[in-house]
């Protein structure tokens, strides 16, 4: 299984932004569709959003839409975040996530590998 590292997470005030990193371990995540995660405390694991193994097509949960972007470089093995705009509500844990499809995917189940996560921790 392809191992997944994130990073860029981090303190920022409201209205800030910040980039999240997704590293590959391979290129085989070239043909991997990708995700991005978040938890908080006491919550289940929402969807943030998601992009297709050739980029062409993303998703985005009703909550980032306009906010967040998800973008990869198949050619570095990266798939990136760019949150903008952050509210206190943006506050915690991302993951990236891998699943191995021609399509793009919303629920965890769907979703073959995952990191560790990043915090991400938005102030007022």
């Known amino acids: 299984q392809v191992q997944l590292v994130e990073s860029g997470g981090g303190l920022v005030q409201v209205g800030g932004s910040l980039r999240l990193s997704c590293a590959a371990s391979?290129?085989?995540?070239?043909?991997?569709?990708m995700g991005w995660f978040r938890q908080a405390p006491g919550k289940e694991r929402e969807f943030v959003a998601a992009i297709s193994w050739s980029g062409d097509n993303t998703d985005y949960a009703d909550s980032v839409k306009g906010r967040f972007t998800i973008s990869r470089d198949n050619a570095k093995n990266t798939v990136h975040l760019q949150m903008n705009s952050l509210k206190p509500e943006d506050t915690a844990v991302y993951y990236c996530?891998?699943?191995?499809?021609?399509?793009?995917?919303?629920?965890?189940?769907?979703?073959?590998?995952w990191g560790q996560g990043t915090q991400v921790t938005v102030s007022s």
């Open positions: 391979d290129s085989t995540v070239s043909s991997y569709a």
């Open positions: 996530a891998a699943a191995y499809g021609s399509s793009w995917y919303t629920r965890p189940d769907e979703y073959d590998c």
